[in-house]
């Protein structure tokens, strides 16, 4: 059964991100075989820059990451881009981008807003995965914030009943998208290219650093593609 994991960069209590992205998964498991578990800041707390406390939960959270076959990643929109906790647990992954611990892994993007900056935060978002070697399955964003003239029941309810079907017609295509086998992309093998090239020199001069142990020992040196390292999975 495939195992999805879902982690929502926001703190509010039954928040709208988690509420979507609990939809989400709801749909996606009607539809296919799935087990799913949903995380906030409220469940793992991540420390800003390096480990300070014993509360930080970063290894649980990149051991949850690694150990999914998809991941959802969703957050809110604070001041027209991601919000700062979330930025700052990623930067505390930016040693997955050397080895691009993603390996492929097909993502789920959400974000919800009042109703602007959603195209910053979900691209933003976008452009990590595949800084970590990950693909974009679907990206879902939605606002809640309803302009004066539409504020009628009439006008609310077929806006809502329109929603329902783009939201669903979204889930239905992501669910294809997730059945899909991996396909490499340009960036995903020009950066594979990029660091091995880096890495192999690193090697080469005696440098032993975590990243230059995992390509030695995860193989991913010896292979030509990124595909060919995503197909020896
Ligand atoms: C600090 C802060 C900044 C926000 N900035 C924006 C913004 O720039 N644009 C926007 O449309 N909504 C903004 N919002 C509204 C949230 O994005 C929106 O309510 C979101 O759905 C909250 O999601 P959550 O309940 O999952 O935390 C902001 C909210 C907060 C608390």
Same mark, same amino acid.
């Given at each position: 059964?495939k195992?999805?994991?879902?982690?929502?960069?926001?703190? !509010?209590? +039954? /928040? &709208? *991100?988690?509420?979507?992205?609990?939809?989400?998964?709801?749909?996606?498991?009607?539809?296919?075989?799935?087990?799913?578990?949903?995380?906030?800041?409220?469940?793992?707390?991540?420390?800003?820059?390096?480990?300070?406390?014993?509360?930080?939960?970063?290894?649980?959270?990149?051991?949850?990451i690694l150990?999914c076959d998809i991941l959802?990643?969703?957050?809110?929109?604070?001041?027209?881009?991601?919000?700062?906790?979330?930025?700052?647990?990623?930067?505390?992954?930016?040693?997955w981008a050397?080895t691009m611990r993603f390996r492929g892994k097909k993502v789920i993007?959400?974000?919800?807003? !009042?109703? +602007? /900056? &959603? *195209?910053?935060?979900?691209?933003?978002?976008?452009?990590?995965v595949l800084k970590f070697g990950g693909t974009v399955a679907?990206?879902?964003?939605?606002?809640?914030?309803?302009?004066?003239?539409?504020?009628?029941?009439?006008?609310?309810?077929?806006?809502?009943?329109?929603?329902?079907?783009?939201?669903?017609?979204?889930?239905?295509?992501?669910?294809?998208e997730l059945d899909k086998p991996f396909r490499t992309n340009n960036f995903l093998e020009?950066s594979f290219?990029?660091?091995?090239?880096?890495?192999?020199?690193?090697?080469?001069?005696?440098?032993?650093?975590?990243?230059?142990?995992?390509?030695?020992?995860s /193989?991913m040196?010896?292979c030509?593609s990124f595909q060919e390292w995503v197909d020896k999975k």
């Amino acid at each position: 059964m495939k195992k999805i994991y879902s982690f929502i960069g926001s703190r !509010s209590t +039954n /928040g &709208h *991100t988690e509420f979507l992205a609990k939809q989400i998964l709801e749909k996606i498991s009607e539809e296919q075989e799935v087990d799913w578990e949903i995380n906030t800041f409220n469940d793992i707390t991540i420390d800003p820059y390096g480990k300070v406390t014993e509360e930080d939960g970063l290894e649980i959270l990149k051991n949850k990451i690694l150990n999914c076959d998809i991941l959802l990643l969703g957050c809110p929109v604070y001041m027209h881009g991601i919000p700062g906790e979330l930025k700052n647990a990623i930067d505390r992954l930016s040693d997955w981008a050397h080895t691009m611990r993603f390996r492929g892994k097909k993502v789920i993007l959400v974000s919800t807003c !009042s109703g +602007n /900056g &959603h *195209t910053t935060a979900i691209d933003t978002l976008h452009s990590y995965v595949l800084k970590f070697g990950g693909t974009v399955a679907g990206k879902i964003v939605t606002a809640d914030n309803i302009p004066d003239i539409y504020d009628r029941d009439d006008i609310i309810m077929s806006l809502n009943n329109q929603i329902n079907l783009n939201i669903t017609q979204m889930i239905n295509d992501i669910a294809i998208e997730l059945d899909k086998p991996f396909r490499t992309n340009n960036f995903l093998e020009s950066s594979f290219q990029i660091y091995k090239a880096n890495y192999s020199k690193y090697i080469k001069e005696g440098w032993k650093t975590e990243e230059t142990d995992y390509w030695i020992q995860s /193989g991913m040196i010896n292979c030509q593609s990124f595909q060919e390292w995503v197909d020896k999975k």
